[in-house]
């Protein structure tokens, strides 16, 4: 909408500016609509303003840093209004230290310009997890939130699928290394939509669980259909992109839902290989090639099922492109980041600094990163060993206190929003995040997002527990 109204409208830019003041103004007026905006716009990144900034990195403002700014300043006026300290979480104190750990280490960053703006990045992504915190604290907001989020989920699902078919691309440069930048197509003939092909299938198979505890704690028959059909459309979506750490992931957190999930286990098998029945006859109606490119990434080497070529070990060739498997080249710039972490033991204990492994995983060639591709290998190249010990306390707090509320809940509504946000974060965090992500590149979003979801469902559910306490 943006980009047709920027082609089409001689006014545009005051329609743009007028816009974005009503956005800012409902956002510290109610700043819970701003997070609705959010759930609309985190995944849309095809339209954005750049800023070149040689020799290998760009800066990009995507259209969600709005809702997030004027989200972040109404919570922040909201709580002085009221003489109430912002919401936290029992993870919030270990994520400070990250935040701040991460800016501080720009000082010995390769390039600190390009880590100042990773360092606005990490900020922007702790804002973004307390807007969640601050703004989803009641049932109301929950439910709209969750609604919102699978609506949300479906229309990116449909763009994946349009854009089979439509393939929309323009640049349209201010001065000679900034711009905008606007586009709807494939990424090497794998459809996106409106952002990069993993990450629009990691918020699709996000937006699938939201939907899925929404159809299990449903007691009406032909509500449970209509999520079962809206689930069916947004597996349909997440296939087309052939993304195999989605899949993988998706695979993964629906095993832990329905083990975890009393009706579901019972019938653990049943709904298992009713899962894999719908993934399997999906893939081979709608994506056979993802079959060989998941080959490929378990290091096959030999005849393709799907294609007419072979794969030798160095160069993928399928229905899904050209050139080293995402594995291969993920393992290279693992180990240049590496290698120049132990010639320098010091950074081995602090890390590469922020962005630092952006530059080093390069080594002597000219194709970088554009981050480290995993969100627990970020922990260790961006803050060393110091960066794993934080890892290792934030994995057991969070553990901590999922398990807790999983286990002595009752099974209401916000048991099963528990459920559905922790398979959430399982799937694009947990697992999806060790082959993609880190803590602060444009990606980064998706390790923020679920995590402050889940902690805002746990903190619903802690003020469920004192109120009840408090009755007489």
Known sequence: VLGIGYLALPWYALAASLAMAGI????????????????LTLVEEMVQYFISYPPYYEIRIYPYYLPLLAGILGVIILRIARKEPLRGSPITGVLWIVVVFEAVSSVWAPHFKIAAWLSVLVILNMALFYVILNTVVDETTLRRSVNIWIFAGVAVATAIILSQWIDVEKTIYLTKGSGLKMAFQEQVDRPAGLGGVDHVAG???????????????????????????????????IILTASRGVIIGLTGAYMFFIFINPGFKKKFIRYFFMFSVLIVFT?????????????????????????????????????????????EIRKIWWNNGLHEMVKHPYKLLAGLGNGGFIYYSRGTDTVTSPEVNSISFAFFYDMGVIGVLLLIILTYLIVKNIHSYLKNTEKSYYYYMLLASVAALITETGVHG???????????????????????????????EKAVDKTP
């Open 24 to 39: 800012l103004a409902v956002g510290l007026f109610k700043p819970e609509y701003a997070f609705y905006l959010i759930l």
């Open 203 to 237: 918020y699709v198979s996000m937006a699938v669980f939201m939907a899925l505890g929404s159809m299990a704690h449903e007691s009406r028959w032909k509500v449970k259909a209509f999520y079962f059909l809206l689930i069916t459309y947004m597996v349909y979506g």
């Open 283 to 327: 893939v081979l109606a709608v994506k056979p090639g993802l079959i060989d490119r998941m080959l490929i990434g378990f290091g096959y080497t030999g005849k393709l099922l799907f294609s007419e070529r072979t794969f030798a070990g160095t160069e993928a060739d399928t229905s899904m492109g050209e050139g080293l498997s995402g594995m």
């Open 434 to 464: 060790l082959v993609d992500y880190d803590l602060t590149s444009y990606g980064s979003k998706y390790f923020w997002f679920p995590l402050g979801f889940t902690m805002a469902v746990i903190n619903i559910i802690k003020d469920r």
